[in-house]
């Protein structure tokens, strides 16, 4: 059983930048491909980002490409999504996900999640 905690959701102005985090325990850290969703009110859970299980592959949905990135450190079992110039549509409860030994080169539906954590709220004024 693997337990994620994210971190870092805050309010912050359009332009601006957030990193949030999620620390992960109970499992063996480097065997899950780690991500992202978000959710916004009235909306689905989309998949934002993802970083495959050996580091090598990542995902960025088209809204979020060249603003995001996102990266994890296996020594802290915890991966990060950083997100630059943030615009108010970027507003919701984001998501830390795991998915077991899965490469990050396409686009994960809710169902293919394995964990999840708790979420953290982001809200970003204009």
């Known amino acids: 059983q693997v337990h994620l905690v994210e971190s870092g959701g805050a309010l912050v102005q359009a332009g601006g930048s957030l990193r949030v985090s999620c620390a992960a325990s109970g499992g063996t850290f480097s065997n899950y491909a780690m991500g992202w969703f978000r959710q916004a009110p009235g909306k689905e859970r989309e998949l934002v980002s993802a970083?495959?299980?050996?580091?090598?592959?990542?995902y960025f949905a088209d809204s979020v490409k060249g603003r995001f990135t996102i990266s994890r450190d296996n020594a802290k079992n915890t991966v990060y999504l950083q997100m630059n110039s943030l615009k108010p549509e970027d507003t919701a409860v984001y998501y830390c996900?795991?998915?077991?030994?899965?490469?990050?080169?396409?686009?994960?539906?809710?169902?293919?999640?394995?964990?999840w954590g708790q979420g953290t709220q982001v809200t970003v004024s204009s």
């Open positions: 970083i495959g299980w050996l580091g090598r592959s990542t």
């Open positions: 996900v795991a998915v077991y030994r899965r490469a990050a080169d396409r686009e994960w539906g809710p169902k293919e999640v394995n964990y």
